[in-house]
């Protein structure tokens, strides 16, 4: 199983956007697919690699 995670950059201004797989047993691996981006291009990342990886994205409160 695969999730899409968009999550804010510690800069506070930028994004980060990570492909987690997660495996049976509950553990999840997280590879990073686009770091310190803007919104605009985190979203777009997101969907692009959701598409490719038939995964979901999520997005914590406070992101969106």
Same mark, same amino acid.
């Given at each position: 199983m695969f999730e899409v995670r968009i999550t804010?950059?510690?800069?506070g201004d930028?994004?980060?956007v990570d492909l987690v797989s997660w495996d049976r047993n509950g553990s999840g691996m997280p590879v990073g697919k686009a770091f310190n981006v803007s919104r605009r291009k985190a979203k777009s990342e997101?969907?692009? %690699?959701?598409?490719?990886?038939n995964a979901?994205? %999520?997005?914590p409160e406070g992101v969106a």
């Open positions: 804010r950059h510690w800069s930028t994004y980060n997101a969907k692009r %690699v959701a598409a490719l990886y979901e994205i %999520v997005m």
